[in-house]
T-cell receptor, first 115, second 113 residues
């Protein structure tokens, strides 16, 4: 089955700096790659996603890049703010017959934005 | 904006007891999921449900687990005989017919004593 690796496990940046989180996946059939932000004790919230027919997607300060050949994708946050502090999870899924596309999550990155 | 809801927010039970976790998916969604997250670890897939049947289940989802959509709005996860290692946060998620996006509920924290 699919295996998703995520690095780093913790990331500390100064406010205003950029943060990059990287993930690799194993199943070449995976075609959907969302990123979730999870604050302490809260639900995972989708912040951005990318499909395999696209190489890059941007939404304000957040961008995701996908390299299908290398099977890796990355989250880029620019101009970080204290409210960006949270755990970020990458995930991967493919489309199964019947549409039950389970998400396989990475191990998470604790991002801390320091003042 | 519609959201997935879950009840209860926290459930404490004795080992060996049955628990039922409840979810109300977003109303026009067709695909339903349960995930769990042991404290400090990643989110793990348990089961997906579509057209009133299980689409896929993980190794975690053994005979002690079952899911049901008893009416047009609720989606439940039952654990028949809880074990200490079932202690985790359980998230329900739902997805519409088109886009791939899964929306997560706030979770139920299950504590097995």
């Amino acid at each position: 089955g699919e295996n998703v690796e995520q690095h780093p496990s913790t990331l500390s940046v100064q406010e205003g700096d950029s943060a990059v989180i990287k993930c690799t996946y194993s199943d070449s059939a995976s075609n959907y790659f969302p990123w979730y932000k999870q604050e302490l004790g809260k639900r995972p919230q989708l912040i951005i996603d990318i499909r395999s027919n696209v190489g890059e997607k941007k939404d304000q300060r957040i961008a995701v890049t996908l390299n299908k050949t290398a099977k890796h994708f990355s989250l880029h946050i620019t101009e970080t703010q204290p409210e960006d502090s949270a755990v970020y999870f990458c995930a991967a899924s493919g489309i199964l017959t019947g549409g039950g596309n389970k998400l396989t999550f990475g191990t998470g990155t604790q991002l801390k934005v320091e003042l | 904006e519609p959201e997935v809801t879950q009840t209860p927010s926290h459930q404490v039970t004795q080992m060996g007891q049955e628990v039922i976790l409840r979810c109300v998916p977003i109303s026009n969604h067709l695909y339903f999921y349960w995930y769990r997250q042991i404290l400090g670890q990643k989110v793990e897939f348990l089961v997906s449900f579509y057209n009133n049947e299980i689409s896929e289940k993980s190794e975690i989802f053994d005979d002690q687990f079952s899911v049901e959509r008893p009416d047009g709005s609720n989606f439940t996860l039952k654990i028949r005989s809880t074990k200490l290692e079932d202690s985790a946060m359980y998230f329900c998620a739902s997805k519409g017919a088109g886009p791939d996006t899964q929306y997560f509920g706030p979770g139920t924290r299950l504590t097995v004593l």
